[in-house]
């Protein structure tokens, strides 16, 4: 009588020390919108690919929020609020202030494009765990779609003019006019931190009932 051996079951390979398992925040920047992702964890967009980041005090973009100004995604982390502004605007914001009057004035008005990073916020709807988001970690005050790079901030197309009000029949919303928004909000901001001690950057900020992109 032959004699059958028992099965031989293989264990599943383990991921190697110190690599950490699939990152599920990055995996949705990547799947869903299709956005390079870097390090990690906490995973990192990278900016100058897909956008640029136009980034400010936290009160001073939440002064920008409250007025009627089309923008794209918007993320706060920590004292810094950081507006997604189309690729290569980044280059465009010191040549900006100066068109604008505001070059020489220390504004803390900062954009980051080619070969930068920010920290991705917990993708929209996503369950966090208790401790996953301490404070101060990135969130997304109004959150991305697929397709919003085509609707980001950006200057006008050849023929349609320079001025802040001539952005209005572009594709996506002017850039010019944000970052003459940026620039005044954050003057006014610096102002009342230096006459009101007591003024706090990141108080007033909207976290709730935002619409995504007005």
Known sequence: MALTAPPVTVPLPRAPIGVPATDPTASWYERVLGWPVAGGPPAQLVTGVRFDVLELPADAGAAVLRRPLATGPVALMGRRMRFLVAPGSAEELEGLLDWLEWGGV??????????????????????????ENPRGAAVWLRPPEQGCEALLP??????????????????GPGLVRLVAAAATECHRARLRRRTDPAHRIGTGIPTGGQPRFS
């Open 106 to 131: 220390a504004l803390d008005l900062a954009a980051l494009g080619a070969g930068g990073r920010i920290t991705a916020p917990a993708p929209p709807g996503h369950l966090v765990g208790p401790g």
């Open 154 to 171: 950006a200057l006008p197309a050849p023929g349609q003019g320079s001025g802040p009000g001539r952005c209005e029949d572009s594709a």
